[in-house]
Structure formats: structure tokens, C-alpha cells
């Protein structure tokens, strides 16, 4: 079956100007996760859905930073007034169920965000 | 807190084996491993769920000693195939995500 995809692949922009990018989990997936990966780091965490829970947005490292989920299955995250730091490839994952500790997470290509 | 991965590079020639270790400060109740090639998403390898617990696949095996709070995968035989950047992933407090280790980059040459 289809693995998670994401659009755009790659995203150009100028500092200041707003982005979103969106994720295709797996179908039959209640479980989505954004990451971000900066050059030569790990994944950091950013936002986690299950369901039709409220979100868990504690890795979120601003408030310019936003995600949304409709009907349980394509997400979208959000990142307005783009700094250049903002920079990296942003990674969605998704799995079965709700326990992260103990499920294998299927993650998507990415997108690779460049901010002038 | 974020798992520590050591080492941070690995060289090897086909054929030689490594170890790649992975620790935390706090309590471990499973251990993720994944590979990502560059330029690629990171592809899923075992998951450790138990004290002492040891996996394999193929040449790649790890274990996990809850007591210690650390895991260990071990590439047997390495094939070029191998070669990519290994991390290890914890579940955070919440049991929400996965904190990734800073990962650890295996070559392998002919």
C-alpha cells in the first residue's frame, strides 16, 4: 500500500513570508507526527495527533509555528513569518495506534524548507 | 532528555563488524532504532520493549538492558548497504513521540 507522503518536496521562501506544508499519513493510521531535522542533527519532535485527541504541541519551538489535522488523516503544518532558522526538512510520521514507546513509525520523505 | 549515541562515526570495510550504543539518564521502557540513508526518510529497523531483550534481523541484531538504560545494535558482516546514519529513539515522557538520538554515521567501503 501507499507509504506517508508529503508535498511539497521542496519549499524555497524569504524570510518573513509564510509556509505550510502538508502530510499524507497511512491510511488506517490514527497516530501523526511532525519532526524537524536541521543539517547533520536528529529529529527533533514538534507536534504529535491521535485521534481525535486534543494535540500534543510541546515540542512546537514557537508560537509561528501551527498544525491542524482534518477529519483524522491529511495534516498541515503551518509556519508563518519564516526566519532563516526555520531552515530544515520537516519529517511526518505516522503509526497504527497511541503509544508511540511501543509502535514502528512510518515516516515520509520530507520537505526540505530553504529560507532566504 | 535526549538519548546519546556513541559513536558519533563509524568507517568500516565490508565485512568488519561495529556497535553502536545508545543511553539515557532516565528510566528506558523501549528502544527504536531506524536508518536513513541521505537524502531519504528514515527507515524503520526493531524495536526493543523488554528488559534485556535482544532482536535480530539478518546481520543486524540489538539489545536493550533496562537496568543499565541503554541499547546496543550490532551490524555483523557489513555489507554497503549498511551504510547510512543509525539512530535510536526513546519514548518522551508523555509517551507521545520519539526523542531521537543525534545519530550515528556509518560508512562502509570495498
Known amino acids: 500500500g501507499a507509504g506517508v507522503s508529503q508535498s511539497p518536496s521542496n519549499k524555497v521562501t524569504e524570510k518573513g513570508k509564510d509556509v505550510e506544508l502538508r502530510c499524507d499519513p497511512i491510511?488506517?493510521?490514527?497516530?501523526l507526527y511532525w519532526y524537524r531535522q536541521s543539517l547533520g542533527q536528529g529529529l527533533e519532535f514538534l507536534i504529535y495527533f491521535q485521534g481525535n485527541s486534543a494535540p500534543d504541541k510541546s515540542g512546537l519551538p514557537s508560537d509561528r509555528f501551527s498544525a491542524e489535522r482534518t477529519g483524522g488523516s491529511v495534516s498541515t503544518l503551518t509556519i508563518q513569518r519564516t526566519q532563516q532558522e526555520d531552515s530544515a526538512v520537516y519529517l511526518c510520521?505516522?503509526?497504527?495506534?497511541?503509544?508511540?514507546?511501543?509502535?514502528?513509525?512510518?515516516f515520509g520523505p520530507g520537505t526540505r524548507l530553504l529560507v532566504l | 532528555q535526549q538519548p546519546v549515541q556513541s559513536p558519533q562515526a563509524v568507517i568500516l570495510r565490508e565485512g568488519e563488524d561495529a556497535v553502536i550504543n545508545c543511553s539515557s539518564s532516565?528510566?528506558?521502557?523501549?528502544v527504536h532504532w531506524y536508518r536513513q540513508k541521505h537524502g531519504e526518510a528514515p527507515v524503520f529497523l526493531m524495536i526493543l520493549l523488554k528488559g534485556g531483550e535482544q532482536k535480530g534481523h539478518d546481520k543486524i541484531s540489538a539489545s536493550f538492558n533496562e537496568k543499565k538504560q541503554q541499547s546496543s545494535l550490532y551490524l555483523t558482516a557489513s555489507q554497503l548497504s549498511y551504510s547510512g546514519t543509525y539512530f535510536c529513539?526513546?519514548?518522551?515522557?508523555?509517551?507521545?513521540?520519539?526523542?531521537f538520538g543525534k545519530g550515528t554515521t556509518l560508512s562502509v567501503s570495498s
Open positions: 532516565k528510566a528506558l521502557y523501549s
Open positions: 510520521a505516522s503509526s497504527l495506534g497511541s503509544s508511540a514507546g511501543q509502535e514502528t513509525q512510518y
Open positions: 491510511s488506517g493510521h490514527t497516530a
Open positions: 529513539g526513546t519514548a518522551n515522557q508523555a509517551g507521545t513521540a520519539l526523542i
